[in-house]
Nanobody, 121 residues
């Protein structure tokens, strides 16, 4: 099994910054991609940013230029630096990853438990 543990959420004023971190552990043979999603109250979970094993990144339009995703796959970690935060960034942020647990398995998706980010106006 694979476990993802997030850290770094909290309360911040608009315009401030937070850094989220996610560490993966367990039976990981290889990492295809890791990323961050978020879910605000009453809304569907949405992609924030992802990064592949090759380093290609993808961002939601709403966070481009403000958020930066980075990864250290040797350490099995992915971070999300969030700058110029807005009240609309308030959500539970989930770490996500596509991992193979052995050479014989296809990649499967795993999720963390989530960390709350609240941005006050």
């Amino acid at each position: 099994q694979v476990q993802l543990v997030e850290s770094g959420g909290g309360l911040v004023q608009a315009g401030g910054s937070l850094r989220l971190s996610c560490a993966a552990s367990g039976s990981i043979f290889s990492i295809n991609a890791m990323g961050w999603y978020r879910q605000a109250p009453g809304k569907q979970r949405e992609l924030v940013a992802t990064v592949t094993s090759g380093g290609s990144t993808n961002y939601a339009d709403s966070v481009k230029g403000r958020f930066t995703i980075s990864r250290d796959y040797a350490k099995k970690t992915v971070d999300l630096q969030m700058n110029s935060l807005k009240p609309e960034d308030t959500a539970v942020y989930y770490c996500n990853g596509y991992f193979r647990t052995s050479v014989a398995t296809s990649p499967s998706v795993y999720w963390g438990q989530g960390t709350q980010v609240t941005v006050s106006s």
